[in-house]
């Protein structure tokens, strides 16, 4: 199943690096998402895009900045993370935002 | 109270076994609820939406209970593919986003 694609699937990178996560739905969807997933812990909503318009941050710090182009394409830069910041990076897609949302293969991070 | 609560398991279970997973939401106005599962180093696939009435999927069926705000998964002849992790999801009113149980694990074994 390709209907949400993320790249790359693995990234390490030091604190001070600059990299981008990058996704995309093949799906028609008009709502995109970024989940964060660290062990232990449930699924941590990052960022929502309705219609290409951020509608929700979650009091996610500024090291993480979204970037949501048109309705099939949202990426997520990093800058200046910390150790605590790897996790699994997860994209997700939804019709709407009162579906069912579909999930990309997620971006393993670790930040050394 | 966590909005969505799950017993995180982990559930062992032999092939064959009927296994069944509780979970609780504290927000009354949910509209939406959803079992999700997960594979180990894999992303959550949606497993079934789950009906006010109930519903059934094959070996799976999911009932809602919003009296009592919880939500269930019972399986039914486990095989060993059956072994994840299933994740509970409920959706507010309004356009509001899935919010995540933590997950219980289960294990089929031979």
């Known amino acids: 199943e390709t209907g949400v694609t993320q790249t790359p699937r693995h990234l390490v990178m030091g604190m001070t690096n600059k990299k981008s996560l990058k996704c995309e739905q093949h799906l028609g969807h008009n709502a995109m998402y970024w989940y964060k997933q660290s062990a232990k812990k449930p699924l941590e909503l990052m960022f929502v895009?309705?219609?290409?318009?951020?509608?929700e941050n979650n009091s996610v710090p500024s090291r993480f900045s979204p970037e949501c182009p048109n309705s099939s394409h949202l990426f997520l830069h990093l800058h200046t993370l910390q150790p605590e910041d790897s996790a699994l990076y997860l994209c997700?897609?939804?019709?709407?935002?009162?579906?069912?949302?579909?999930f990309g293969q997620g971006t393993r991070l670790t930040v050394v | 109270r966590k909005e969505v609560e799950q017993d995180p398991g982990p559930f062992n279970v032999p092939e064959g076994a009927t296994v069944a997973f509780n979970c609780t939401y504290s927000?009354?106005?949910?509209?939406?609820f959803f079992w999700y599962r997960q594979d180990c180093r894999k992303e959550p696939k949606l497993l079934m939406s789950v009906y006010s009435s109930g519903n059934e999927d094959g070996r799976f069926t999911a009932q809602l209970n919003r009296a009592s705000q919880y939500i269930s998964l019972l399986i039914r002849d486990s095989k060993l593919s059956d072994s994840a992790t299933y994740l509970c999801v409920v959706m507010n009113s309004g356009y509001s986003t899935l919010t995540f149980g933590k997950g219980t694990m289960l294990l089929v074994s031979p």
């Open positions: 997700a897609s939804s019709q709407d935002m009162q579906n069912e949302a579909f």
């Open positions: 895009y309705n219609f290409k318009e951020q509608t």
């Open positions: 927000n009354s106005a949910s509209q939406s």
